[in-house]
């Protein structure tokens, strides 16, 4: 039996996240009660407040986490002419500005977010910019790829179709050809109560702290149910999402599990019965595809590590209308493919 099976059995946890909300203290137009309840009914368990080059909104949080019972995590978006940045997990009280860095100065304000501690993302990379919004389009200088935690590359509602979001798509991929181990993220861009109906994707973090399955790639993104991807070695080890797999020799085999969890908001969204088909993705494109039948759960199939160093579940079917990736994983690394 699968690990997956097994710690669904012991009460795994999965929070169900929204990393990128606006207050009235920036350009929202609900207070952050207002915010956290809206998040409630949306069956969310955690949403970042990343108001606009301010944390002033986060000024009695305790109190709202306490009625809603909704975790408030501290974050802000830096909000220059040259790109919008996700700042997550900083402490109370701590602020780092970068409003005055210009397109190479990139690596000065990284250097202060990680002081604090925190995590840094591109938000909406490319987005259409200025003048219709200022610095939405990314425009930095990225000198070196480990000083980014995260890329935001589903933003929006009914994120999947946005081509500004498939190149952010792209744009992930490409960082993780080159070597560099990446959390890919999605967020809402919230501003606004009042229209819980629309078509959302979810950041799943494993865990009970957000920020920390963050930095260690242990996220997976959806629309609607919940998709888990582990890897287990010849050696009986178990790998989730974030890991490496150690000793992965070319030509050596190992198990990829995944698993659709169809309990998580499941009053939020509708999956017709179909065909599921999920992709297992690496650097060197579809490795392997498998079909899930209407009613199946979980699956498994026998990947030969070759040459790829990353893997991914990339979840396909009807959704809304239309047949789109409906969720995705972070990868599962191979430490020592060659």
């Excluded at 080059?53 to 009695?60: H, K």
């Excluded at 809603?68 to 040259?82: C, K, S």
């Excluded at 992965?248 to 190992?254: D, K």
Aim: aromatic content about 8%; some cysteine; charged content about 20%.
């Amino acid at each position: 039996m699968s690990r997956l099976n097994q710690e669904e059995r012991a009460g795994e946890r999965w929070l169900a996240c929204e990393l990128h909300t606006h207050t009235q203290h920036s350009d929202g137009r609900h207070t952050l009660p207002e915010l956290a309840r809206s998040a409630a009914a949306l069956e969310l368990d955690c949403i970042a407040l990343t108001d606009h080059n301010t944390t002033s909104g986060l000024l009695g949080k305790e109190a709202v986490e306490q009625e809603t019972g909704i975790q408030i995590m501290n974050g802000l978006e830096w909000t220059t002419f040259y790109g919008h940045m996700l700042v997550l997990g900083f402490a109370a009280g701590e602020y780092a500005d970068w409003r005055d860095l210009g397109p190479q100065d990139l690596v000065q304000g990284l250097r202060e977010v990680k002081a604090l501690g925190a995590l840094a993302g591109l938000a909406h990379p490319y987005r259409v910019g200025s003048p219709m919004c200022t610095g939405c389009y990314w425009e930095y200088e990225i000198s070196d790829w480990r000083d980014i935690n995260f890329i935001e590359v589903w933003s929006g509602t009914f994120p999947s179709v946005s081509s500004s979001n498939q190149r952010a798509y792209a744009l992930w991929t490409d960082v993780l050809n080159q070597g560099f181990r990446m959390t890919a993220t999605c967020g809402r861009d919230w501003h606004a109560s009042g229209a819980e109906q629309e078509l959302i994707a979810v950041t799943y973090t494993s865990g009970t702290n957000p920020a920390q399955a963050i930095a260690e790639g242990a996220v997976s993104i959806s629309m609607g149910p919940l998709l888990k991807m582990e890897a287990i070695a010849g050696d009986g080890r178990v790998y989730q999402l974030g890991q490496a797999v150690a000793g992965a020799e070319p030509n050596t085999e190992v198990e990829i599990a995944v698993q659709l969890d169809f309990e998580r908001r499941k009053a939020k969204w509708t999956l017709p019965e179909q065909l599921l088909e999920i992709k297992l993705v690496g650097n060197p494109g579809v490795i392997g595809t498998i079909q899930l039948p209407a009613g199946e759960h979980q699956a498994t199939a026998k990947v030969a590590v070759k040459d790829f160093t990353w893997l991914r579940a990339e979840l396909y079917g009807v959704f809304n209308g239309c047949r789109t990736m409906i969720a995705f994983t972070n990868p599962i690394y191979f430490s020592n493919a060659d």
